[in-house]
């Protein structure tokens, strides 16, 4: 039993590249999450899905794509990035929406 | 806008003490509070959580109480150990009109030994 697992832990892109997060879960859940979190500033929502076949945006959405692939799994697509994207980024699922999230480990994520 | 405070951003303390964290937010029409701990270089694991219908929940050493009509709730970490030592950090649910979290800056807590 896994539970949140995401990939990749740590990526360095160019400016204007463009890569997916890929996140699966193994514990049935129903919503699953994005965040990204930079010093000082808690963890701010980038996208959500409250169940299989919904995505909505979160706070910061602007520069990313998602797809709920399956219940399991949740992706996070930049098209172009960008420096301001430079994070770490966590992968989030949940029996109920936002309620008693489990977080996967973290990815890294340094554009140049 | 909605927003969640927490204070304070940095907190240090003798092992055995209590840590207290705050948090305050804007939307009264939140209604579940979750505490999160962050250790270095790791994933945030929830430890407590309250709902807006119960003022005080306890598990073990921590406890949260929340106070509603002044839109703010605690943290107490009550014998503190080195391994609290950790960021904390609370967020504020709401249900109606669609869902909207917002979670504070975060509590660098320092437990000294």
């Known amino acids: 039993n896994a539970g949140v697992t995401q990939t990749p832990k740590f990526q360095v892109l160019k400016t204007g590249q463009s890569m997916t997060l890929q996140c699966a879960q193994d514990m049935n859940h129903n919503s699953m999450y994005w965040y990204r979190q930079d010093p000082g500033m808690g963890l701010r929502l980038i996208y959500y899905s409250a169940s299989e076949g919904t995505t909505d945006k979160g706070e910061v959405p602007n520069g990313y794509n998602v797809s709920r692939l399956n219940k399991r799994e949740f992706s996070l697509r930049l098209e172009s990035a960008a420096p301001s994207q430079t994070s770490v980024y966590f992968c989030a699922s949940s029996e109920a929406a936002f309620e008693k999230l489990f977080f996967g480990s973290g990815t890294q994520l340094s554009v140049l | 806008g909605e927003n969640v405070e927490q204070h304070p951003s940095t907190l240090s303390v003798q092992e055995g003490d209590s840590a207290v964290i705050k948090c305050t937010y804007s939307?009264?029409?939140?209604?579940?509070f979750p505490w999160y701990k962050q250790e270095l270089g790791k994933r945030p694991q929830l430890i407590i959580d309250i709902r807006s219908n119960v003022g005080e929940k306890k598990d073990q050493r921590i406890a949260v109480t929340l106070n509603k009509t002044a839109k703010h709730f605690s943290l107490h970490i009550t014998e503190t150990q080195p391994e609290d030592s950790a960021v904390y950090f609370c967020?504020?649910?709401?249900?109606?009109?669609?869902?909207?979290?917002?979670f504070g800056a975060g509590t660098r807590l320092f437990v000294k030994a």
């Open positions: 967020a504020a649910l709401r249900y109606t009109g669609g869902f909207k979290t917002i």
């Open positions: 939307d009264s029409a939140s209604n579940y």
